[in-house]
């Protein structure tokens, strides 16, 4: 059952309660810590991306188109359709040779109000390019391509590089394939349904590509770890916390947000994967969350604590800017 994760006052009384599960494990697979209930099954949503990269990587794709590290990290980002990410993600169609036309995410508002603001001072419309997920759909596009198979239909279950796709993303996660399920997520693709647990698995295999039997994917593994390390604002976006958080530690920690406040994180070189999801998806609950499970764990230091604690304040402010409430962490 879900547990009590977070209490939002306003005066001195509970306004809202969010519930979630938590759950940490080693690289060898043991459970380091739980709240909640660990093997909560639930959609992957876009916490499932960097594995979704791992045969384009590891069979060379990198090298074929000329991608940079920068490059797949946005390949593996939500990102928040800032200026840097749509020349990025526009960079890498143009080396597959192919154009927005051909991604079939939908268009999407930036994640980034200041990104849409200034869209509508340019009286421009939201495209397929500042969608979240067009950095995915980028790079299951460049898989077609380097698997020599055509890309219209890319985001169907039954088209060859999704099937790919879905074979390693088991394989990340130590999933028997039978078990692992399928819904669509809001870019079209599918998405995967499996347990929290198997999530944070897949994570402290990706922190520790050497420890993590990964095979002959472990270059892979290290070279995606490393990216979404190195570049956490391509990763996310400004002042988000998965960005924040690889900031504050200079990239020891990378984290991973999915919809619907599913999330993950992986301590860099500890051999360690979080995941948690807050029961009722509220991207509110998210960031606080975030830096409690990292405070349970022991896993900042006081200057990083610091640096958190003072981006993201744990009160609630009213429009005049006055404090009217506070954010609890209960974990």
């Not at 994760?5 to 380091?32: F, M, P, Q, W």
């Not at 980034?112 to 995915?136: M, T, Y």
């Not at 596009?141 to 099937?163: C, F, N, T």
């Not at 999915?258 to 999330?263: E, F, P």
């Amino acid at each position: 059952m879900s547990k009590m994760l977070l209490n939002y006052t306003r005066g001195s009384h509970i306004e809202n309660i969010h519930r979630g599960d938590v759950v940490a494990v080693s690289v060898k697979g043991d459970v380091i810590d739980a709240v909640g209930n660990e093997n909560l099954p639930m959609f992957w949503r876009s916490a499932a991306k960097p594995f979704q990269a791992l045969p384009f990587v590891k069979d060379g794709g990198m090298e074929r188109y000329n991608i940079t590290e920068e490059e797949l990290a946005l390949l593996v980002s939500s990102h928040s359709g800032e200026k840097n990410h749509v020349e990025l993600v526009r960079d890498i169609l143009r080396k597959l040779d192919l154009t927005e036309e051909d991604l079939d995410c939908g268009a999407a508002r930036p994640m980034s109000g200041k990104a849409f603001a200034d869209l509508i001072r340019n009286g421009e419309k939201p495209g397929a390019v500042h969608n979240p997920c067009s950095g995915k759909h980028s790079q299951i596009l460049a898989l077609s391509k380097m698997l020599g198979i055509p890309v219209k239909d890319y985001i169907r279950p039954d088209h060859k590089a999704e099937r790919i796709i879905f074979r390693h993303v088991a394989m990340a996660a130590k999933m028997d394939e039978s078990k692992l399920e399928i819904g669509i997520d809001g870019c079209g693709v599918p998405v995967f349904y499996l347990p929290l647990y198997n999530m944070a698995l897949a994570y402290a295999r990706l922190s520790a590509p050497e420890q993590g039997e990964w095979g002959e994917y472990e270059n892979a593994a290290a070279r995606i770890l490393n990216a979404m390390s190195s570049y956490p604002q391509v990763l996310s976006g400004t002042g988000r916390i998965d960005a924040e958080v690889s900031i504050a530690t200079k990239g020891r920690i990378v984290a991973k947000i999915g919809a619907d406040a599913v999330y993950c994180i992986a301590v860099k070189g500890e051999g360690l994967g979080i995941a948690f999801k807050i029961e009722n998806g509220s991207y509110q609950a998210v960031t606080p969350v975030v830096i409690g499970v990292l405070k349970r764990l022991k896993l900042l230091s006081e200057k990083e604590t610091e640096y958190l604690d003072n981006k993201f304040p744990p009160v609630l402010k009213n429009h005049r800017g006055e404090v009217i409430g506070t954010i609890e962490t209960l974990i």
